[in-house]
């Protein structure tokens, strides 16, 4: 068995300063063993001089021979060929781990050999008070829904037709999982990290881990911020990639089940403590 308990695998792109802080913020995590896996896309490797500064034997730096060019998708993908821990945590490089976070989703996961995969709550932060303010509201909101129906199958059915509730860095799947559910899927323009998880959370079930798990960065020049903006070019992106994940899904697991958790959407839309009659994992 690994003597490392948790991978964090972190895809980075030019941005040397937060990527260096991201880092720190796995390497504070207190009562599990890490190891962090640095990939940078960039192709002038701009992230080396940063990384390898740390001069800490967790950190392993790599540089992508083929840079993905936006698609972090495949980046993600060959980090977990190089991660040994039982556990698999994707951290974006301009993200932060809270404290204690790993901790808590190991122990989650240690207490439910049934689950899969961890996910946990997401505290924005940003230097833009609007933006701050917005993101707040909705990841409290997240929050109490999924405490609150913390059962796999209205999971997937919230995440498929009412939105979802987490993000990338905020969730944790076991490493020997990985590859079975295909890693992440580079054909989806944005929401990989969505299908991915969403594929994990249905067919091996999750624990909802009810503390902070990430600082979650928003506002510019974030994902986030990219993704609320309004444009041609985003909405194709957005509708192309829900397109792409309904469809895989109804392929996977038939039309009947498609419809049936669509209709149990519509049916308990706000009456979220009827969900925890749901099953814990759909069959």
């Not at 977990?80 to 301009?94: N, P, S, V």
Request: glycine share 8%; with cysteine; proline share 5%.
């Amino acid at each position: 068995m690994s003597s490392v308990d948790v991978s964090v695998v972190m895809p980075t792109y030019k941005r040397e300063k937060d990527v260096v802080e991201a880092i720190y913020s796995a390497l504070r995590q207190e009562g599990v063993q890490v190891e962090v896996i640095v990939l940078d896309d960039s192709a002038e490797g701009t992230a080396r001089d940063a990384v390898q500064g740390i001069g800490d034997a967790r950190v392993r730096y790599f540089k992508q021979e083929v840079p993905s060019k936006g698609r972090p998708a495949l980046v993600r993908n060959h980090g977990a060929t190089l991660a040994t821990g039982r556990y698999l945590h994707f951290l974006d490089d301009d993200d932060l781990l809270a404290e204690g976070a790993l901790k808590a989703m190991v122990s989650a996961l240690d207490a439910r050999p049934d689950a899969g995969v961890a996910v946990g709550w997401v505290v924005p932060f940003s230097e833009d008070p609007e933006w701050l303010e917005d993101k707040s509201t909705y990841f409290e909101r997240v929050a109490k829904v999924g405490a609150m129906t913390p059962n796999s199958a209205w999971t997937v059915a919230h995440i498929l037709f009412l939105g979802t509730l987490y993000v990338n860095s905020a969730c944790m799947v076991r490493r020997e999982y990985f590859q079975p559910l295909g890693g992440f899927d580079p054909n989806i323009p944005v929401y990989e990290d969505v299908d991915f998880y969403m594929r994990g959370i249905r067919r091996y079930g999750h624990v909802y881990v009810n503390r902070p798990i990430l600082n979650y960065r928003v506002g510019k020049p974030s994902l986030m911020n990219d993704l609320g903006k309004t444009g041609a070019k985003v909405e194709k992106s957005v509708a192309e990639s829900n397109a792409i994940i309904h469809n895989k899904y109804r392929r996977e697991h038939g039309e009947l089940e498609y419809r049936l958790l669509q209709m149990a959407t519509r049916a308990l839309k706000g009456r979220f403590g009827l969900t925890r009659y749901l099953p814990l994992k759909l069959p």
